[in-house]
C-alpha cells in the first residue's frame, strides 16, 4: 500500500495507473476507521475490480467544522488506520497535512446553496461549503473514476450527487449503505467520545427510526411519523434532540400529508458535547414489494 503525504506523490502514482486504463476508485474519510468506513473500502474494490485501484483519503478538514465544534477533540489514530486499510487490500493512501491542502491566500469556494442550507446545513453553518469544497480538491488531486460515500451522512450524499452534477464532474457516485453495531447505533468515529451512560442510550436514535420504518405503510402522515420519533427520542432524558425531520427520500424537500413515496427520517441528536446522525428511509405501504 502506498502512503502519499503530498498531492504530487498521489498524482504521480495515480497517473501511472491512468496510463495502464485502470479504474481507480475514492473513499474520503476523516480517519479513525471503524467498520463502516471498511465497508467503503470493500464498496470501492467492487466497483474498481481485481485489477482496478482503490484509494483512501484521510483528512480532518478543518473548513467543515464551525468555531464551536469538535474540530481539536476529533479522534485520530494514524497507525491503526493504516493498518486496518493494509488488511483491507486498499491500493494507496492520501494523507496530507491541512498546509499541504489549504493555501492560506486561497478564495475560491464551492458552495450548494439551497440544499447545503436546510436541515444539517442549518445547525452546522457552512459546514457543506468546507465539504463541498474538500470533495472538490480531493476529486482534481486524485481524479478517481468513482467515489463512494456513506449513507450514514445522507445530506451530504445528496450535497455531493447535486454538485457533481451542476458542475460536469465526470465522477460516479456511490452511496453505501449505514454500518451498525450490534445495539443499531450507527458506527462513528465520534462514538468513542461518548460517556459509558451515554454509549448506553445512543441506540435510542435506531430504535426511534425501526419504529419509523414499521409506522410508515400503515397510513400515517408525515407529521405524525415525524412527531412519534421525536416522542421516543424525547423520552430519553440523557438525548438533547437537535433535529427531526421528514423529507422527500429523493430531493429533500419538504413533504406533508400521508406518505405516497419513499421519504427519509434525518435525527441530529447530542449526547454531552457528542453530535450524532442517523437516517432511515422508509416506504408507504403501496412501494413495499
Ligand atoms: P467520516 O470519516 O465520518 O467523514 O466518514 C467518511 C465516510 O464514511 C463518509 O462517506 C461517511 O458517510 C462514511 N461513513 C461513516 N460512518 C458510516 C457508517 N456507519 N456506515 C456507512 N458509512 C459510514
New binding site residues.
Given amino acids: 500500500m502506498d502512503i502519499c503525504r503530498s498531492k504530487s506523490a498521489i498524482r504521480a502514482l495515480v497517473a501511472q495507473w491512468r496510463s495502464q486504463s485502470v479504474p481507480v476508485v475514492l473513499a474520503?474519510?476523516?480517519?479513525f476507521l471503524?467498520n463502516?468506513?471498511l465497508?467503503?473500502m470493500r464498496r470501492a474494490r467492487l466497483r474498481a475490480g481485481e485489477t482496478g485501484k482503490v484509494v483512501a483519503s484521510i483528512f480532518v478538514n478543518p473548513t467543515q467544522f464551525g468555531p464551536n465544534e469538535d474540530l481539536d477533540s476529533y479522534p485520530r489514530d494514524e497507525a491503526r488506520d493504516l493498518e486496518l486499510l493494509r488488511l483491507e487490500g486498499v491500493d494507496a493512501v492520501f494523507i496530507p497535512e491541512v498546509s499541504e491542502i489549504y493555501d492560506p491566500e486561497a478564495q475560491t469556494i464551492v458552495e450548494t446553496t439551497e440544499l447545503a442550507r436546510m436541515l444539517i446545513g442549518k445547525l452546522r453553518p457552512g459546514h457543506f461549503r468546507g465539504v463541498a469544497t474538500i470533495v472538490t480538491k480531493l476529486f482534481n488531486i486524485i481524479r478517481p473514476d468513482a467515489a463512494v460515500?456513506?449513507?450514514?451522512?445522507y445530506q451530504?450524499l445528496a450535497v455531493i450527487r447535486r454538485m457533481v452534477q451542476d458542475l460536469d464532474m465526470e465522477i460516479e457516485i456511490i452511496g453505501?449503505?449505514?454500518?451498525?453495531e450490534a445495539d443499531g447505533l450507527?458506527?462513528?468515529?465520534r462514538n468513542v467520545r461518548l460517556s459509558p451512560a451515554d454509549r448506553a442510550r445512543a441506540p435510542v436514535l435506531a430504535r426511534a427510526l425501526d419504529q419509523a420504518e414499521e409506522l410508515a405503510p400503515s397510513g400515517i402522515t408525515a407529521s405524525r411519523l415525524r412527531s412519534h420519533v421525536r416522542a421516543t427520542l424525547e423520552a430519553e432524558p440523557r438525548a438533547q434532540v437537535q433535529s427531526v425531520d421528514i423529507r422527500d427520500a429523493a430531493t429533500l424537500a419538504p413533504i406533508s400529508g400521508p406518505l405516497t413515496r419513499p421519504a427519509v427520517l434525518l435525527l441530529a441528536v447530542k449526547f454531552g458535547t457528542v453530535f450524532l446522525i442517523d437516517n432511515r428511509v422508509v416506504h408507504p405501504a403501496k412501494e413495499r414489494t
Avoid: N, V
Avoid at 450507527?186 to 468515529?189: G, N, T
Fill in positions: 474520503p474519510t476523516m480517519g471503524h463502516g468506513h465497508s467503503l460515500f456513506g449513507e450514514k451522512d451530504q453505501a449503505p449505514i454500518q451498525r450507527a458506527m462513528s468515529s
